[in-house]
């Protein structure tokens, strides 16, 4: 019977992908691990998440992952302060206010931010943004922290306004009803009645969007000012994770403590963005419900 | 005007007002870039390699190593992807394994893009020997994409009413039968529209390129799919930052080219979902 062999071929393959999408995320974190855990043999691991210095080709080399993470924590802050409350606002623009035929255009502008290569946003932040502020706020340099905020801003808001806008569409149309009904206006509707509603959604949109900034890497790499202390405020130069490891990658001898090294970082931020897709997932969840 | 009514009218303005401060600076920027770069785009410019340490010439051999990669994406990341979510929508029951593959793709889709650069790096280009290669960054981009293509998929597949699958199975057909000629075909839309824009996306990375087959400056096409290639982000990326003396209209046209490469590929998807759901029967 050459349709039952055929059929049972293909279906083996259908569940093959899925058991190599798992195959895949365990190759991955083991592959981290394995070469993180060999930093670990040379290096103790709590001079590794404690240490204040990193300088990876200073003898003897130093690996303190803190100015590091600091700088991904500045960067990330600074973006949250300023995209979380323009996306939530933008969101609820587009899905409440703005008339139908708007609507559409501003939904396609967003998607346009979104399609923008991080590469060109870097060069745009290199060519104008940095200059402009430095001018603008007196600074000695404009690569530094603000910058790279401001830039990582602008790629979490396509995430944090898709999701969020999804999330306030989608509260049922009888709550409304009811809030018209008893006299409130369509601004008290939207702030008192839909937003709560549709809160576990924004807070999913806000954590994907959050994620997405620690986790982009050439605009942090191009606009921070690449410097590896820790960072005195967010108008400082500094570096995050992410640039570091772009950054010095090609430099780090295979199999060398430096090449090691920034594996651990790369595990570091693998977990960091496991958490938080984990959080961002459980509301997606609860949104559904 | 009653003060609920005022309230209102100063919400809606700072709503607006929000709303303009992510719209201006996107007009600004797509406008920035095409007014600055337009004057050196040239037919030379696309079609040359480029010369004197990349100050002069085109950047035919980055164009043509982003599609050579988005194609090499493609043909790992479509067939993965749209297989593993036929598996979780038709095949699935709700069972631990399942469970672990919907959270591999939640978990694949969040990880940093520079992390998948340095996993293709030891798996493709250090552990199979790949070297850093065409091969090494298409798998590399492939597996960042695969979340996309699967949810895209997912999606797809879901939206197709359970009535389809219903009739067909009455029928006698099998459990495949029904999913290749009553589920898939009224899912391609879907699927298409998914994975082109994840592909878009693909052609616009830069970190998971950057040790995997990204050069920084081979100015002949590759010979197979060992060679290095340039890539268009990539290049973007030495030249403002790495090459001393740089003609500012080099970079601002292969920005320019960059984003109407990936602005393409995002209209292409549009049309086909447009076209597709003028022609949905349900």
């Known amino acids: ?50 240490g204040r210095n990193w300088l990876p080709i200073s003898e003897p080399p130093r690996f303190g992952v803190v100015p590091l993470f600091l700088g991904s924590l500045y960067v990330t802050v600074g973006a949250i302060i300023i995209c979380v409350p323009v996306g939530i606002a933008s969101a609820m623009f587009i899905a409440e206010v703005a008339p139908k035929s708007l609507k559409h255009v501003l939904k396609s502008l967003v998607e346009i931010l979104a399609s923008i290569p991080s590469v060109v946003l870097g060069f745009i932040g290199i060519r104008w943004l940095g200059p402009a502020l430095r001018d603008v706020l007196g600074l000695t340099t404009g690569m530094c922290g603000l910058t790279g905020s401001l830039l990582l801003a602008f790629m979490a808001l396509p995430t944090i306004i898709s999701i969020s806008e999804d999330a306030i569409v989608g509260v049922p149309r009888t709550y409304k009803e009811a809030a018209f009904g008893l006299g409130a206006t369509r601004w008290q509707t939207l702030w008192r009645v839909i937003l709560p509603s549709a809160s576990s959604g924004i807070i999913a949109g806000v954590m994907l969007g959050i994620g997405r900034v620690i986790g982009e890497t050439m605009v942090a790499m191009m606009v921070t000012g690449n410097s590896p202390v820790v960072p005195k405020s967010i108008l400082a130069p500094l570096r995050t994770l992410t640039a570091t490891i772009a950054g010095e990658m090609g430099e780090a001898v295979s199999g060398s403590e430096h090449y090691f090294a920034l594996f651990a970082v790369g595990l570091v931020l693998f977990v960091i963005a496991f958490i938080i897709n984990l959080i961002a997932d459980a509301f997606l969840r609860r949104a559904r419900k | 005007m009653s003060t609920a009514k005022l309230r209102q009218q100063i919400a809606f303005i700072v709503l607006g007002a929000a709303t303009l401060f992510v719209i201006v600076p996107i007009l600004l920027t797509i406008f920035y870039v095409i007014k600055n770069g337009i004057g050196a785009i040239s037919w030379e410019f696309i079609t040359q390699p480029p010369r004197n340490g990349m100050r002069q010439g085109g950047i035919f051999p980055a164009i043509v190593g982003t599609i050579l990669l988005v194609v090499g994406t493609m043909l790992f990341s479509l067939p993965l992807g749209v297989l593993a979510a036929i598996y979780l929508v038709e095949y699935a029951r709700d069972n631990f394994f399942t469970r672990l593959v919907k959270l591999s793709v939640v978990n694949l889709s969040g990880i940093p893009s520079i992390v998948y650069g340095l ?8 552990f199979l020997r ?52 009553c589920v898939l075909p009224y899912a391609v839309p879907g699927i298409l529209t998914g994975t082109v824009l994840s592909l878009g996306r693909a052609a616009g990375e830069t970190a998971p390129i950057l040790f995997t087959v990204a050069a920084f400056y081979l100015p002949r096409l590759p010979r197979s799919v060992f060679d290095q290639v340039m890539a268009l982000p990539y290049h973007l990326y030495v030249i403002s930052t790495q090459v001393p003396n740089m003609p500012t209209e080099i970079s601002f046209a292969t920005g320019f080219v960059l984003i109407a490469l990936v602005f393409l590929m995002n209209l292409a998807s549009i049309i086909l979902r447009a076209h597709y759901r003028k022609k949905r029967l349900w």
């Not at chain 2, 009413?161 to 999913?179: D, M, N």
């Open chain 1, 1 to 50: 019977m050459p349709r039952r062999i055929s059929e049972f071929i293909v279906e083996s393959l259908i569940k093959l992908s899925g058991l190599l999408v798992i195959i895949l995320v365990f190759l991955l974190f083991l592959f981290l691990l394995k070469d993180s855990l060999s930093l670990f043999g040379i290096y103790p691991l709590g001079k590794f998440l404690f």
């Open chain 2, 119 to 126: 996993f293709g790096f030891t798996l493709f280009v250090l």
């Open chain 2, 130 to 181: 790949l070297g850093t290669s065409i091969l090494a960054g298409s798998l590399t981009l492939a597996i960042m994409s695969l979340p996309v293509v699967v949810t895209a998929t997912k999606e797809a597949l879901e939206s197709v009413p359970v009535s389809f699958r219903e009739i067909s199975l009455s029928l006698g057909a099998t459990k495949w039968q029904t999913v290749r000629h």
